[in-house]
């Protein structure tokens, strides 16, 4: 009776040079003879690999600093740097900072223009240009001054003039919901007409923006565009004044 090296079961071998009960433990014998040699020679290997690279990269050109301009040579591992230690080092300060670094921009081929390189040495006014005069130029497909593109411009202009608040809405419900009438000197609306015209439709803010008032449409009514001029940013707007024409 023998002991089976891997599995430690008795069994009686066919030769008595068998040392293992089975097939599936001949394979995992064999196995594991085979992780321990790959184990014993992977530093050796690894070494030798490392020897040999190292007098690769030795042998490597000099790199010119994409900033400075200085040659040096690096003998790392992985992709070959751009930049030399001092200006890598610096360009990894800007990053923090939140700036872009980037080379010092070619300028533009064009006399007298300072602007920095697009294309074809020129830069992008003059690329334009340079392609709308060889018919080359394809502008991008757009559906107009939509009623969503002149709500979203509303939007932004009375937040640049200091609007407390803003939302985006649609001038024809504003003038639906007012009955296309105007509230400060109840006149219907001629909605085929266009500013400057004074019946064209306008929207009038209840609270002036200059005077904090918001961009939303509980701050909005229908107003003609003489009464909206007239009454302009003032508070102590009233009929009475149209009448009388005080305003």
Request: glycine share 6%.
């Amino acid at each position: 009776m023998h002991t089976c090296t891997e599995c430690g079961h008795e069994f009686t071998p066919k030769h008595r040079s068998r040392k293992v009960c089975s097939d599936t433990c001949y394979k995992a014998r064999d196995i594991r003879r085979s992780r321990e040699t790959y184990a014993r020679t992977r530093e050796q290997r690894l070494a030798t690999w490392r020897a040999k690279s190292l007098e690769e990269r030795k042998q490597r050109p000099p790199v010119t600093c994409g900033r400075c301009a200085s040659t040096f040579c690096y003998i790392g591992v992985g992709a070959i740097k751009k930049f030399c230690d001092p200006c890598a080092r610096e360009r990894q300060r800007e990053l923090n900072r939140g700036h872009r670094f980037t080379k010092k921009p070619a300028p533009c081929k064009h006399a007298g223009c300072d602007r920095s390189v697009n294309s074809r040495g020129m830069c992008a006014m003059h690329y334009r240009q340079w392609m709308k005069a060889n018919g080359l130029w394809k502008p991008a497909p757009s559906d107009g001054w939509t009623d969503a593109r002149k709500a979203q411009h509303a939007r932004r202009k009375a937040l640049k003039r200091g609007a407390a608040g803003a939302v985006t809405f649609k001038r024809e419900d504003i003038f639906k919901r007012d009955g296309h009438m105007c509230m400060l000197c109840w006149c219907p609306l001629d909605m085929e007409a266009t500013y400057p015209d004074p019946k064209s439709p306008t929207i009038d803010h209840i609270v002036p923006l200059a005077k904090g008032g918001s961009h939303t449409p509980e701050n909005v009514q229908a107003a003609c565009a003489r009464c909206n001029v007239r009454k302009s940013d003032r508070l102590d707007w009233s009929l009475a004044d149209v009448l009388t024409g005080a305003a």
